[in-house]
């Protein structure tokens, strides 16, 4: 008879077991985020709703506006850190976080990937792409990474050694790898992906380097090539004849591609930038207008074909290297982007014919003095450094004007918020050795001059200057704007700070341990507006203490590997 | 009473972890042995160091004075690790994992790498020349 009690413990047991189970599928349901897969409307309609941002960009205008307004000038006293996390690495944190349904997905420097509760700052899963320990020698300017691409059920990361990485949404677990260039030739990637119908968008690093670089789409499911764009025409296509006349130009012109392009679904176009043509600061061999470097590419989204380009900067021998990203923008009427770039102009340009519209000065510009109607800027030649002649006090340096940081764009108040810097240079160049998988400047010597940083706030319609905050240091950090009113930029110096958006009045600070060279963002989780923002010293510093330097302060600053999450203090 | 510092018998673990430690020490008398800069001094292989470093593209990191960009500053004495030529040669040769900064030595030849540390001391005793007048 023992068989009866021992068979009613177990049925007891498993009724207690059963109990247990339900008890902690309900604890845990509601512990851990709702992942629902990021579909197509989703990423569509990203600006019509407010609690996610799920593309770097936000949206596919590339807005980087959040409508959310909870935090606002009236209450933003209380705006205090609600939790920490810890990146695991040093080096440049040139991330922008992702926020769906409830769990940030953050990447960090030397490829690392996380997927985070956003409102607890506990991690959920991470992933470490394995990276080859020389893949520093093929990067000029750290090892950094500019954020991750959500599409169904997949995360998409590109990594330093060139591969795209699809992790599975709920376990980071890899799905698929697909190499597209060989880092020891310094084909690399930083790039944070853009997904549009069902392909995967990225594009190469690597124009300090004799390279031929270009954008690429890959099929989300699968990681196979859907289409590939160089940002160099082949012989024999057209710009071809505007390299000189060195056929391998056309093999390592470089003209990168390391920042997110924009996506409009009414023309079903990708506005891509592209950068530098190699070498940076020596045109001797190159004359001609380098095409299609330094410009923004207005691609077919299902077949990569180029319908039109502008460019901004024809045969740079300055390193203005015109990648920035590319703000879809209507106003009143006229459907344009906007692009701030490193030669120190803020464009206006058509979106559905790539006309010029407007360049009007972000900073100090004297390398150019003005426009042809066409929009191509007339070249002043006492700054077109030579072999023999030193170009001095050449406005704006390298890194412009505006540098690659994003800014930002209020559709509500229709303006435009620039992170930029008010810094000059004196170049003279050389003749380099160009050899694969080294770095070819064509530099005989370059001096940055002291100088300081500035936010800038424009009219979008007439790209006239609302206005301009000074600070020590150039603002490194992307722009985010809010329907609060509000704009938020960092410093090198690592303070995060917030602005009115009418009168650029400061109204927040917070230190957050280490410079600010990513991007912030905002999100919301059961009603309540949060703002992250990544914070680690990094990337290409040479422009702050070389010759001088423009901000010889930031020697040696403290790196660092953070992200900080803000919310209204709960009483 | 139980001591900690007597083991019933060697085992295979511990032979081995003792073998471990004795070619680390031979391997370390060896290494300090052959790590002594043999351009101590040699202003030409000082210049000779500088179109090394530039031609293996150091400069991309460091900037072309070895002044620091990316990288930090070769010429100051401001390092994690005290800078002699031993700590430098090696750092040229094996890199520093979990920085940006890659192995060299299967480019470059020990001599080469010899005449880079010796520009970058050179750089930096020019730097302090100034202050010991």
């Given at each position: 008879m023992q068989a009866r009690p021992r068979h009613s413990s177990v049925r007891h047991s498993s009724v207690s077991t059963l109990i247990?189970?339900?008890?902690?599928?309900?604890?845990?349901?509601a512990a851990l985020p709702l992942r629902a897969e990021v579909t197509d409307d989703m990423l569509l309609n990203a600006s019509k709703e407010s609690d996610n941002w799920r593309m770097v960009g936000r949206d596919y205008a590339g807005s980087r506006f959040s409508p959310l307004k909870q935090v606002n000038s009236k209450n933003i006293k209380r705006l205090?850190?609600?939790?920490?996390?810890?990146?695991?690495?040093?080096?440049?944190?040139?991330?922008t976080p992702l926020v769906s349904d409830g769990v940030m997905y953050v990447t960090a420097a030397h490829g690392r990937t996380y997927a985070v509760d956003a409102k607890t700052g506990t991690m959920i899963w991470q992933y470490a792409h394995q990276l080859p320990e020389d893949v520093g020698k093929a990067m000029c300017c750290d090892i950094g990474n500019r954020g991750a691409a959500l599409y169904k059920d997949k995360v998409f990361v590109s990594t330093p050694d060139a591969h795209v990485v699809a992790l599975d949404m709920k376990t980071g677990k890899k799905v698929w790898d697909v190499g597209l260039?060989?880092?020891?030739?310094?084909?690399?990637?930083?790039?944070?992906?853009?997904?549009?119908?069902?392909?995967?968008?990225?594009?190469?690093?690597?124009?300090?380097?004799?390279?031929?670089?270009?954008?690429?789409?890959?099929?989300?499911?699968?990681?196979?090539?859907?289409?590939?764009?160089?940002?160099?025409?082949?012989?024999?296509?057209?710009?071809?004849?505007t390299w000189g006349n060195d056929p391998d130009n056309l093999k390592y012109g470089g003209a990168s591609a390391?920042?997110?392009?924009?996506?409009?679904?009414?023309?079903?176009?990708?506005?891509?930038?592209?950068?530098?043509?190699?070498?940076?600061?020596?045109?001797?061999?190159?004359?001609?207008?380098?095409?299609?470097?330094?410009?923004?590419?207005?691609?077919n989204a299902d077949t990569g074909e180029m319908q039109f380009y502008f460019q901004y900067t024809p045969f740079d021998v300055w390193d203005f290297d015109g990648v920035n990203e590319n703000i879809l923008a209507d106003l009143d009427g006229e459907k344009v982007w906007l692009h701030g770039d490193r030669n120190g102009f803020l464009y206006?340009?058509?979106?559905?014919?790539?006309?010029?519209k407007y360049g009007k000065e972000i900073s100090?510009?004297?390398?150019?003095?003005?426009?042809?109607?066409?929009?191509?800027?007339?070249?002043?030649?006492?700054?077109?450094?030579?072999?023999?002649?030193?170009?001095?006090?050449?406005?704006?340096?390298?890194?412009?004007?505006?540098?690659?940081?994003?800014?930002?764009?209020?559709?509500?108040?229709?303006?435009?918020?620039?992170?930029?810097?008010?810094?000059?240079?004196?170049?003279?160049?050389?003749?380099?050795e160009r050899a694969e998988g080294k770095p070819h400047w064509g530099i005989g010597s370059i001096k940055w001059n002291k100088g300081h940083g500035q936010l800038v706030a424009f009219d979008a319609k007439t790209?006239?200057?609302?206005?301009?905050?000074?600070?020590?240091?150039?603002?490194?950090?992307?722009?985010?704007?809010?329907?609060?009113?509000?704009?938020?930029?960092?410093?090198?110096?690592?303070?995060?700070?917030?602005?009115?958006?009418?009168?650029?009045?400061?109204?927040?600070?917070?230190?957050?341990?280490?410079?600010?060279?990513?991007?912030?963002?905002?999100?919301?989780?059961?009603?309540?507006?949060?703002?992250?923002?990544?914070?680690?010293?990094?990337?290409?510093?040479?422009?702050?203490?070389?010759?001088?330097?423009?901000?010889?302060h930031l020697k040696d600053s403290r790196k660092g590997g953070y992200v900080t999450v803000f919310g209204l203090f709960d009483e | 009473m139980k001591s900690f510092f007597r083991s019933p018998a060697p085992t295979i673990a511990g032979v081995a972890f003792g073998c471990a430690l004795l070619l680390s020490a031979l391997d370390l008398a060896v290494g300090q042995e052959e790590l002594k800069n043999p351009f101590d001094g040699d202003v030409t292989a000082a210049a000779e160091g500088k179109k090394l470093f530039l031609k293996m593209g150091c400069y991309a990191c460091h900037g072309h004075e070895?002044?620091?960009?990316?990288?930090?500053?070769?010429?100051?004495?401001?390092?994690?690790?005290?800078?002699?030529?031993?700590?430098?040669?090696?750092?040229?040769?094996?890199?520093?994992?979990?920085?940006?900064?890659?192995?060299?030595?299967?480019?470059?030849?020990?001599?080469?790498?010899?005449?880079?540390?010796?520009w970058l001391r050179w750089k930096n005793r020019q730097r302090k020349a100034p202050e010991s007048k």
């Open positions: 247990a189970t339900l008890i902690a599928l309900v604890f845990f349901s205090v850190p609600k939790w920490t996390f810890s990146l695991g690495t040093l080096d440049a944190q040139n991330t260039g060989d880092y020891k030739l310094s084909y690399t990637m930083t790039v944070a992906p853009l997904v549009v119908k069902g392909k995967v968008v990225v594009g190469l690093s690597g124009a300090e380097y004799p390279t031929r670089l270009f954008i690429e789409a890959l099929d989300a499911e699968t990681g196979k090539q859907a289409w590939r764009r160089y940002t160099i025409p082949a012989p024999g296509e057209p710009g071809s004849d390391w920042i997110t392009g924009s996506y409009d679904p009414q023309t079903n176009l990708i506005y891509w930038g592209t950068g530098n043509p190699n070498p940076d600061w020596d045109g001797v061999g190159r004359e001609g207008d380098n095409l299609y470097s330094n410009s923004t590419l207005a691609l206006k340009i058509d979106r559905t014919n790539g006309k010029f100090k510009v004297n390398w150019a003095t003005g426009f042809t109607p066409e929009g191509r800027p007339i070249v002043n030649q006492e700054k077109v450094p030579t072999y023999t002649y030193e170009a001095k006090d050449i406005c704006p340096a390298s890194e412009g004007g505006k540098w690659w940081n994003p800014m930002s764009y209020s559709p509500e108040k229709k303006m435009v918020f620039v992170p930029s810097r008010e810094i000059c240079t004196d170049i003279k160049s050389a003749k380099g790209g006239n200057k609302k206005w301009t905050v000074n600070a020590p240091s150039p603002f490194m950090s992307g722009v985010l704007t809010t329907g609060g009113g509000l704009v938020f930029a960092g410093t090198p110096e690592g303070e995060f700070k917030a602005y009115d958006q009418d009168t650029g009045k400061e109204l927040w600070s917070y230190q957050t341990g280490s410079g600010i060279v990513g991007s912030p963002m905002s999100f919301s989780i059961g009603g309540k507006q949060y703002i992250a923002v990544p914070s680690g010293f990094g990337g290409w510093t040479g422009w702050a203490t070389i010759g001088g330097g423009g901000a010889p | 070895a002044e620091g960009a990316v990288g930090p500053d070769l010429t100051d004495d401001e390092w994690i690790y005290k800078p002699t030529d031993a700590m430098i040669f090696n750092t040229i040769n094996r890199g520093r994992p979990g920085t940006v900064m890659a192995p060299f030595g299967d480019q470059l030849k020990p001599e080469e790498i010899w005449k880079i540390v010796e």
